[in-house]
């Protein structure tokens, strides 16, 4: 079992930055898939982005060049660092960890506010 903590969100202007950080409390947390994701209101939730247990990483075309995603494994911690914010972004944005590519887990969320 996996638990993930998602903290970070918040309000901020147009053109401002976030850090959001997701913690997970698991003993192999270098073997997890890692992936970021957002919902707007009524919708579904969208993958933002997605780092491996190797560090390789994707990023969604709509937040390429403005969002980055990195791990610390030393830490078990996930960042998602969110620049050039614009009210578009505004969403509760979730984590997801993948074990053995077969469990999934999810974080409660964080709310992420840009006002124009």
């Known amino acids: 079992q996996v638990q993930l903590a998602e903290s970070g969100g918040g309000l901020v202007q147009t053109g401002g930055f976030l850090r959001l950080d997701c913690t997970a409390s698991v003993s192999d947390f270098s073997t997890l898939v890692m992936h970021w994701y957002r919902q707007f209101p009524g919708k579904q939730r969208d993958l933002v982005a997605s780092?491996?247990?190797?560090?390789?990483?994707f990023v969604a075309n709509s937040v390429k060049g403005r969002f980055t995603i990195s791990r610390e494994n030393a830490k078990n911690t996930v960042y998602l660092q969110m620049n050039s914010l614009k009210p578009e972004d505004t969403a509760v944005y979730f984590c997801?960890?993948?074990?053995?590519?077969?469990?999934?887990?999810w974080g409660q969320g964080t709310q992420v506010t840009v006002s124009s």
């Open positions: 997801k960890a993948v074990e053995r590519g077969i469990w999934e887990y």
């Open positions: 780092i491996t247990s190797g560090g390789n990483t």
